[in-house]
């Protein structure tokens, strides 16, 4: 039995401290399903059979089981049961490879897949004390990226920053700052042109009470000239800055998944077939270097090469991983990411995966195309992948 996707809608993503920064994540997540469920009248909510959403958080108004509050306030019955997977950035699309599989197993029929995070409203958390009444001041850690809390027994090359890990990545495959800002100005571009064209009107829904039309991040005017003044952010010499990385963002986003047999129930066609999947992991400083094996892992599970493929929607934690990812697997640049990406329109980090697979399935859809791969890095040195088949023809 195969797994297919239905529909796809999202949030215009936020800004940090944007026009989203009111907006709990658990109403972004039930905005998101919603939206998705309202566009499908034929589906009686009570036939959905899970909600699985993502989130990298969880430790404030995401309230631990994102997936069950997004139901209970979208309104669904009580009796959808819903769950939260955790895989960091990677975690709607593991939210979507989940829900696939409960659809190839028979165990569900029609499931709906998503993410959401508000790195606005990340809480600080304070760590207990050992013993009680402390003397020693206690220090509130942000929440909203990277490690936090560290356990000492992690090796030091670890537990570097983001940033600084991906510095490293560009000294070991000599990617240059030029190339990071060309490739960051394009994302920007094509993000626009996108947007003008009228290509994310079927993909993105409104949040209620605010007036934000389309993604909020994206820098029509950008140009590489212009991104190479900007000073590094992580060394004083280094290639990342600013601009060539993703920013931090609010957003949310929802898939529906289901069998073929399903169609009828829904009154209406699948889109895409999931047709593979793949996870890789290596060292946690080369996070960003590991979709590369994911999505040949997938591909390779799917039975098709990279010759076969058509689209790809790479999530651009940081320029400089997802040109190295290109870079790895050989492939046409100008096929990734044709209506801009994470640079330009925002990485809500639980959000992300239902982002740039709704992404790709339009844009096989549009172009026509039959296979494309959906892939992102994960912190602590993970990556996943999706390959979808065009059935929409």
């Known amino acids: 039995m195969s797994a297919f996707l239905y ?6 993503f936020g800004r940090f401290n944007g026009a989203l920064a009111a907006v709990r ?6 905005t998101a399903l919603g939206a998705l469920l309202a566009r499908t009248p034929a589906l009686d909510p009570a036939d959905v059979d899970d909600v699985v959403f993502g989130l990298a958080n969880g430790a404030g108004e995401d309230n631990r089981n994102l997936g ?3 139901a209970l306030l979208a309104g669904l019955p009580t009796s959808v049961p819903g769950s939260t997977v955790n895989r960091l950035c990677g975690s709607s699309l593991d939210a979507t490879m989940i829900a696939s599989r409960a659809i190839e197993t028979g165990d569900a029929d029609v499931v709906v897949a998503g993410g959401a995070e508000s790195m606005t409203r990340a809480p600080w958390v304070l760590p207990k004390p050992d013993k009680a009444f402390p003397v020693a001041n206690v220090t509130a850690v942000s929440t909203a990226l990277g490690w936090r809390l560290v356990n000492p027994a992690m090796p030091e090359e670890w537990t570097i920053s ?24 394009r994302s920007h571009q094509r993000a626009d042109a996108a947007w003008d064209d009228g290509f994310y009107d079927p993909l993105v829904v409104p949040v209620p009470g605010v007036e934000l039309p389309r993604d909020e991040g994206i820098r029509p005017g950008s140009t590489a000239e212009k991104l190479a003044a900007l000073k590094p952010s992580f060394r004083k010499d280094g290639t990342i800055t600013a601009g060539n990385a993703s920013p931090l963002n609010d957003g949310a986003g929802a898939l529906l998944v289901g069998s ?4 009828g129930r829904l009154g209406r066609e699948p889109v895409a077939r999931i047709a593979g999947r793949g996870a890789f992991a290596l060292d946690p400083r ?3 270097y590991a979709p590369v094996e994911a999505a040949n892992r997938a591909l390779a599970r799917a039975g098709i090469g990279w010759d076969d493929v058509s689209a790809v929607e790479l999530n ?5 991983q997802s040109l190295a990812c290109v870079d790895g697997w050989k492939i046409d640049p100008d096929i990734v990411n044709t209506r801009g990406g994470a640079i330009a329109i925002g990485h809500p980090l639980g959000a992300s995966g239902t982002r740039i697979l709704g992404t790709l399935a339009e844009v096989l859809r549009r172009d026509g195309g039959r296979w494309g791969v959906a892939a992102i890095c994960i912190g602590v040195g993970q990556g996943l992948a ?3 088949e065009n059935v929409s023809s």
């Open 7 to 12: 529909d796809a809608v999202r949030t215009p």
């Open 25 to 30: 994540p658990d109403n972004l997540a039930a």
């Open 68 to 70: 069950r509050m997004a």
């Open 162 to 185: 983001l940033g600084e890990a991906n510095e490293q990545l560009q000294e070991k495959f000599g990617i240059s700052r030029e190339r990071q800002d060309e490739f960051a100005a």
């Open 260 to 263: 073929e047999a399903a169609a």
């Open 286 to 288: 080369d996070f960003g």
């Open 316 to 320: 651009e934690a940081f320029a400089v």
């Open 386 to 388: 999706i390959v979808l």
